[in-house]
């Protein structure tokens, strides 16, 4: 074994053992629920006289009843009935709360020698928290060199990611609009009891959907991948029109609008009121505003005649495509500016969710702190 | 008919999502065409999704290296296939309790919410922000002050960076109220305001021009490299 190796395997134990003592005796990466019991009675709905033949039944109404004793403790979606005979159904919903609150209300339940709280540890969320931790230690490995942690990591999010864009598709599109004009008595029997009946144009233009729909999965089968150009001219045309309206509209016109009605080359600062703004003064604004905004139209007209090639920019007209140039680097260093900042951004926001959510060492949201941890050690939390 | 007949669908579709912007009573029907396309691209998700599972089952039936990678994914994708299908614990909505698929699918709790919160949302984080060193790495070899405008670049940035964070406090603080507008803080706040305005006010009409010119082209049949080979 090399001797960087050995300093490695030792500097991975001391982690896991750090981490190990925070887990067992700092009681770290722990995430605290509480209850919520809802139950709902039925209503039955009453027949509407003059309703004809093929009109749908009206729906029961459910009403919030007080939940039966004991229901905090059965498991998913329950139903009973009720002594009248009405039908109840009910679930637990699960609100996160602060450490701090649980650690705190159990000292004091041990104190007084009142009730426990209803909180729990909640171990979906808190296998949750771990696995989040080690999967972004595993993808800052990479920052040694690619290796196994980082390629799982990357599996995993790759995997997870695209059946997630497609379930969002399914539920917030498909169902609502393709399988709502085509089956609505289907949605509405299953998700959505409150779904308008759909016109013939949309049924029509649903119907039309889901053929482009099939001929676009077309493109998967070699043999007929040809009739997945059909579909596709119909999302690049469609998506043409979208854009070719949007960016002549707010793009175009909204800087021209911007560039030139919005930004007068004088300005004129008025005195205001009850603003203590001397003559002197005065000027000296309205100057900097006419200066500003006359910058303003000549770097972006200068910009542009970069962009313009079809003379070429010798001479006078060089010269206004060089002032281009310089503004054109100023945004490109003000952009790249910004993407360090975010980047940093997000990358301490990743050693925040490690060292506070996690590691519970820093707590800049007072959710854990460190007396209340102690008082959760001393009341066996 | 096959390369004639995609032109034609391009075409109305686009100029009918065009006519609705102008003419009231086509915007029905653009309505109804952005509702297709709606459609259409959530089918597209499930053709790169159906694309991405066949690319890694051909990978693993061909035992490739790094075969054991794709069985990860593939396993991840199935599982948040199913449980964002059939909502697994979801509660119903509170107004249907009877309807079992009532609740959101994103409802905190539910699986495909934990899927999110606890793989998804991390993992992309910690590897977005794993440019932060390479974008630093990038720019220290990179860029060199050789020149007028790849100093005004380098400079900007450094203004910018500095001029938006604490340092800028240390380093330009004590500047007298006579030479106040050269307080890091100011520059940054000047140079946003009007420089970089006016390179983005240009760069946007640049794009809108570009894209309406290749918008046009396209629905009039004259730009068909969409249809693929031979056009």
């Known amino acids: 074994m090399s001797r960087q190796t050995i300093i490695w395997a030792l500097i991975g134990l001391l982690f896991v053992g750090f981490i190990s003592f925070r887990a067992l005796a700092g009681r770290m990466g722990r995430i605290y629920v509480e209850p919520k019991v809802q139950a709902f009675e039925e209503v039955p709905a009453d027949p509407i006289p003059w309703a004809d033949q093929g009109d749908r039944p009206p729906r029961a109404t459910w009403n919030p009843v007080t939940p039966p004793a004991g229901a905090i403790d059965r498991r998913g979606v329950w139903q009973e009935t009720d002594q009248s005979g009405a039908k109840i159904i009910g679930w637990t919903s699960w609100r996160e709360i602060k450490a701090t609150e649980v650690f705190e209300a159990r000292a004091e339940a041990l104190r007084t020698g009142g009730r426990e709280p209803e909180s729990r540890l909640s171990w979906p969320r808190t296998i949750g928290l771990w696995l989040a931790a080690l999967f972004t230690l595993a993808a800052f490995s990479f920052l040694y060199r690619d290796n196994p942690f980082y390629k799982f990591t990357e599996s995993v999010v790759v995997g997870a990611s695209a059946a997630y864009y497609m379930v969002v598709g399914f539920w917030d599109v498909l169902v609502p609009k393709l399988f709502g004009a085509l089956v609505p008595w289907v949605v509405r029997e299953v998700v959505q009891p409150t779904l308008r009946d759909p016109s013939l144009a949309d049924r029509l233009a649903m119907a039309a959907a889901l053929v482009l729909g099939v001929m676009l999965l077309m493109q998967l089968v070699p043999k007929v ?3 997945g150009v059909w579909p596709l001219a119909f999302i690049i045309g469609t998506f043409a029109g979208l854009k070719l309206f949007t960016f002549i509209d707010s793009d175009l016109l909204g800087q021209l609008r911007a560039a030139t009605a919005q930004s007068p080359l004088v300005v004129v600062k008025e005195l205001v009121p009850g603003q203590p703004l001397g003559t002197g003064e005065m000027i000296w604004q309205s100057f900097l505003a006419s200066l500003q905004n006359s910058l303003l139209l000549i770097g972006t007209v200068c910009t542009l005649f970069y962009f313009f090639f079809s003379m070429e920019q010798k001479g006078a007209a060089g010269r206004v495509a060089r002032v281009g140039v310089w503004f054109l680097m100023i945004t490109f260093g003000a952009v790249f500016g910004f993407t360090v ?17 996690w590691l519970w060492l820093i707590d800049p949201r007072g959710v854990h702190q460190l007396v209340s941890t102690i008082l959760g050690v001393v009341a066996g939390a | 008919m096959r390369r004639l007949l995609p032109l034609w669908i391009a075409a109305i579709a686009g100029f009918t999502v065009i006519a609705s912007n102008f003419i009231p009573r086509v915007l029905g029907f653009g309505d109804l065409v952005t509702e297709m396309f709606n459609v259409l691209a959530a089918v597209a998700f499930v053709l790169g999704a159906a694309s991405i599972a066949k690319v890694h089952l051909t990978k ?10 794709s069985v990860v994914t593939l396993l991840c994708f199935a599982a948040t296939l199913a449980v964002g299908f059939l909502k697994v614990g979801v509660a119903p909505a509170p107004l249907t309790p009877d309807l079992p698929f009532s609740g959101s699918y994103s409802e905190p709790g ?9 793989l998804i949302a991390p993992i992309t984080a910690a590897l977005f922000s794993l440019l932060a060193f390479f974008v630093a790495s990038a720019a220290f070899r990179a860029f060199r002050a050789k020149n007028l405008e790849a100093g005004l670049l380098l400079g900007t940035a450094f203004i910018i960076l500095l001029g938006r964070t604490a340092a800028s406090a240390y380093l330009t603080g004590w500047f007298p109220p006579a030479i106040e507008g050269l307080k890091l803080e100011n520059l940054s706040l000047y140079i946003m305001q009007v420089f970089n305005t006016a390179g983005n006010r240009a760069i946007m009409i640049g794009i809108a021009l570009g894209v309406a010119a290749t918008s046009l082209r396209i629905l009039l049949g004259i730009d068909r490299s969409y249809l693929g ?3």
């Open chain 1, 225 to 227: 991948r040809w009739m």
């Open chain 2, 229 to 231: 080979a031979g056009e």
């Open chain 2, 60 to 69: 693993v039936s061909a035992k490739r290296p790094g075969w054991g990678y």
């Open chain 1, 341 to 357: 900042m975010g980047r940093v951004t997000l990358l301490a926001k990743r050693f925040e969710f490690l060292f506070d959510d």
């Open chain 2, 110 to 118: 539910g699986a495909i919410w934990w899927i999110y919160e606890y």
